[in-house]
């Protein structure tokens, strides 16, 4: 035994000819010289680079060793070399740790070229998505162009034409002037609807103009913009609307026009005349109108509007979308409803068939101005 070899494990040169080799060993080293080392050196007469523990004096001491067999007049000798290999173990563990590094390295490669090539399908589907979008949008634009130009010649044309031979022909029996100036009238309500179907397609992109507005003033321009006669057939009162609010004149204006050409188209054939109240007052509302249990209290301008047409049987949420008794769009309603809501107010109604109808009107007298 090598001084450097007693050195490590504390043995003093006396001691060396007593000592067995498996006594130099730990525990498990020692099984695995009994099991496997031993027998293979009998049987090979050498070996190599063996792992075997020796117990030192400062702790386990690893090493790979080389034996040789030497025979040599009925004598046996065992020649073993050996290399310290402290740190095997530690760098065995940093090249496993090294080696799952990788790994997780090429998963999350993988996991990324997954996520991709989702990315990529996502985007592929989102661009053939968006296409379609502005072809809708085209095709819109061009549905609403003809009802701006193309479809408003003609009717203009048949209403000159219908009142052309009115008051020049001067032979036409009673039915046939009758049916002429119900022709006349189909086509201006006709005209009307499609200026309120680009007055609602307007309100798609708009920004709010917010000025300050008396409501008293804003309902009398509404009335005059339809040339009302209030002592012909229509009477219209509007006891208590001096009240000042902020909002886009413009817009409310076209409300207020379209809630009594609305009462006017509702009318009843049975009645001498329409009639129309138009309250105001200010109140408290809960400004939450959609979210249930939370509360933020503000100002209000609380309009009521009542007629004695016809009324509906139905919700305002159905009212706008058709009338039941009429089987038709009712856009001024729909166009009315959206210009409430783009003052982040509320409209409701209530109506009894054949009984008129109630529209509540709620718009803040101090709006949010971000929008």
């Known amino acids: ?135 809708l949008k085209e095709q819109q634009q061009e549905i609403f162009r003809l009802i701006a130009h193309d479809l408003q010649e003609p009717l203009r044309k048949t209403i000159f034409m219908s009142n052309y031979i009115l008051n020049t022909t001067t032979e036409l029996s009673s039915g046939t002037e009758e049916r002429v100036r119900k ?48 002592k012909d057939s229509i009477i219209l009162t509007c006891p208590n609307t001096c009240i000042s609010l902020k909002g886009d004149y413009k817009l409310l204006k076209n409300l207020f026009v379209a809630l009594i050409r609305n009462s006017q188209n509702e009318q009843h054939a049975n009645k001498d005349r329409l009639l129309i109240n ?23 301008v609380k309009i009521t509007y009542t007629d004695n047409s016809k009324g509906y049987s139905s919700k305002l949420n159905k009212i706008i979308q058709k009338s039941e008794d009429l089987n038709k769009v009712n856009i001024g309603l729909a166009y009315s409803a959206q210009v409430v809501d783009k003052h982040n107010g509320a409209m409701e109604a209530a109506s009894l068939n054949g009984k008129g109808v109630n529209y509540t009107i709620f718009l803040p007298i101090d709006p949010d101005l971000k929008n």
């Open 278 to 300: 138009i309250n105001a007052f200010v109140t408290v509302k809960n400004n939450n109108f959609q979210i249930k249990d939370h509360y933020q209290y503000k100002k209000f």
């Open 183 to 230: 022709i006349i009238n189909y086509n201006i309500k006709m005209r009307e609807m499609l200026l309120m179907l680009l007055r609602f397609k307007e309100l798609e992109g708009r920004n709010l103009e917010y000025t300050s507005i008396n409501l008293s003033d804003l309902v009398s321009s509404a009335v005059k913009s339809l040339m009302i006669d209030n």
């Open 1 to 135: 035994m090598n001084r450097e070899l007693r050195l490590k494990l504390g043995v003093e040169v006396e001691e060396v000819p007593g000592l067995q080799l498996e006594d130099l060993l730990t525990v498990g080293s020692k099984i695995f010289y009994q099991t496997h080392f031993y027998p293979l050196v009998k049987m090979q007469n050498n070996v190599r680079e063996i792992y075997l523990v020796f117990k030192g004096v400062n702790g386990q001491i690893p090493a790979l060793l080389n034996v040789e067999v030497k025979k040599s007049n009925d004598q046996v000798e065992i020649l073993c070399g050996g290399m310290e290999i402290s740190k095997r173990n530690k760098y065995e563990k940093e090249l496993l740790a090294a080696k799952k590094q990788a790994e997780n390295a090429l998963l999350h490669n993988a996991e990324l070229r997954e996520a991709k090539n989702k990315l990529l399908k996502n985007q592929s589907l989102l661009e053939f998505q968006l296409r379609e979008v502005n072809l």
